[in-house]
C-alpha cells in the first residue's frame, strides 16, 4: 500500500439503516407531545357529534392533527438545536447529535406543514387546516422563535398552540368554533403552566445552563408553586364552566370535580413543600408533572363519555 492510497479504516463510515433513519425522524416530531395532543381530540369530537362521529372523520382528522403537530415540533427542534445540545434533558435529540442534518430537518418540517395543511383541508374542512397552521405558526414563530428565550411567561402564551387540538376537533365535525369548544381551549391553556412549571423546576439547572428564562430559573420556588396553584383553580373551574355552556351530565362532572380536587391537592402539596424550603429531591416537583397527564385523560375521557351516555338514556 502506498502513502496515497486510502487506509481501509479511513473510509468513511456506513450510513444508518433505514429503521434507524426512520425512527430519528420520527423522534424530531415528538411523538409523546403529539399522543398528548391527540387525546383531547377525539373527546371533543364525541362532544360536538354529541355521539359517535364518522369513523373516517376521526382517523383523518388524527392524521392530519398528528402531520401538523409533527411539523411544529420538527421545527422546533430545528431553530431549538443550539440550546438542546446544553440540556441534559435534550442533548439525545436527532439535531443534538448529528444524527439528522440541520438541512433535512428543516425540510422535513416544511413537508409535514404542507401535507398536513393539504390533507385537513381536503378530507376534513378548510377551517380545521387554518385553524392547525395557526396553532403550527403561533408554536414556531411566536413561542420557539420569539417567547422562549425572552421571557419567563414564555409556557403560559406559548402554550396556547397545544390547546388548538380541540378546536380543530370541533370544526372538524361542525365546520365552526363554539363556546364548549372554547371552554376546552381554557381549560387546557390553565393546566398548561402546572403542568410545564414542575417539569421547569426538575431541569431549571438545565434551562439556566442553555440561557432560557423559564420561570423557575428567574423566580423562587415559592413564587412558581403559588402561580401553579393560581393556574389550578382557574384551570378547574373552567372545566366546571363546561357542565352549563355544553349541558353536561353527572360523569363529566364527577370526573372534573373528582380529578380537579386531586389536582388542586397536589398544587397545595407543592407549595406546602416550597414554604419549607424542601430541596429538590423532596419537593418532587414531577409528581404533580405526571398527575397533570392523568388529569387531562379523565377529565376528557369524561367528556367523550358523557354524551355517548346521553344518546344511550
Same mark, same amino acid.
Given at each position: ?27 424530531? !416530531? ?30 383523518? !382528522? ?50 409535514l406543514s404542507v401535507v398536513s395543511t393539504l ?36 409556557? @403560559? ?29 381554557l381549560v387546557i391553556f390553565f393546566w398548561t ?24 430559573? @428567574? ?34 362532572? @364527577?370526573?372534573? @370535580? ?40 379523565? #377529565?376528557?375521557?369524561?367528556v367523550a363519555v358523557d354524551p355517548l351516555l346521553?344518546?344511550? #338514556?
Amino acid at each position: 500500500m502506498t502513502a496515497l492510497e486510502p487506509r481501509a479504516d479511513a473510509a468513511a463510515a456506513p450510513s444508518p439503516g433505514l429503521a434507524v433513519t426512520v425512527r430519528n425522524y420520527v423522534a424530531l !416530531t415528538k411523538p409523546r407531545i403529539i399522543e398528548l395532543l391527540l387525546v383531547t381530540t377525539v373527546p371533543t369530537m364525541f362532544l360536538a357529534q354529541r355521539g359517535l362521529p364518522s369513523l373516517w372523520l376521526v382517523i383523518a !382528522t388524527l392524521v392530519g392533527g398528528a402531520l401538523s403537530a409533527g411539523s411544529a415540533n420538527t421545527l422546533n427542534c430545528y431553530i431549538d438545536r443550539d440550546i438542546d445540545k446544553l440540556m441534559h434533558r435534550t442533548e439525545g435529540r436527532p439535531l443534538a447529535t448529528g444524527a439528522i442534518t440541520p438541512a433535512a430537518a428543516l425540510r422535513f418540517g416544511i413537508a409535514l406543514s404542507v401535507v398536513s395543511t393539504l390533507w385537513l383541508g381536503l378530507l376534513v374542512n378548510w377551517l380545521s387546516a387554518a385553524l392547525s397552521f395557526g396553532a403550527m405558526a403561533f408554536y414556531v414563530g411566536v413561542y420557539t422563535m420569539v417567547l422562549k428565550r425572552r421571557t419567563a411567561q414564555n409556557i @403560559v402564551w406559548g402554550g396556547a398552540a397545544g390547546c388548538m387540538p380541540v378546536l380543530i376537533g370541533w370544526s372538524a365535525v361542525t365546520d365552526t368554533v363554539a363556546w364548549p369548544a372554547v371552554i376546552l381551549f381554557l381549560v387546557i391553556f390553565f393546566w398548561t403552566p402546572p403542568h410545564y412549571w414542575p417539569l421547569s423546576m426538575r431541569f431549571k439547572d438545565d434551562y439556566a445552563n442553555a440561557g432560557v428564562p423559564m420561570l423557575p430559573v @428567574v423566580a423562587q420556588d415559592v413564587a412558581v408553586a403559588r402561580q401553579v396553584v393560581a393556574y389550578s383553580w382557574a384551570m378547574v373551574a373552567a372545566s366546571l364552566a363546561l357542565v352549563p355552556v355544553a349541558d353536561m351530565g353527572w360523569v363529566y362532572l @364527577v370526573g372534573a @370535580v373528582v380529578s380537579g380536587a386531586l389536582f388542586i391537592g397536589e398544587a397545595h402539596r407543592l407549595l406546602a413543600r416550597a414554604k419549607e424550603g424542601a430541596a429538590a429531591s423532596v419537593l418532587k416537583p414531577m409528581r404533580l408533572f405526571h398527575f397533570s397527564i392523568s388529569y387531562l385523560t379523565i #377529565l376528557f375521557l369524561a367528556v367523550a363519555v358523557d354524551p355517548l351516555l346521553h344518546l344511550a #338514556l
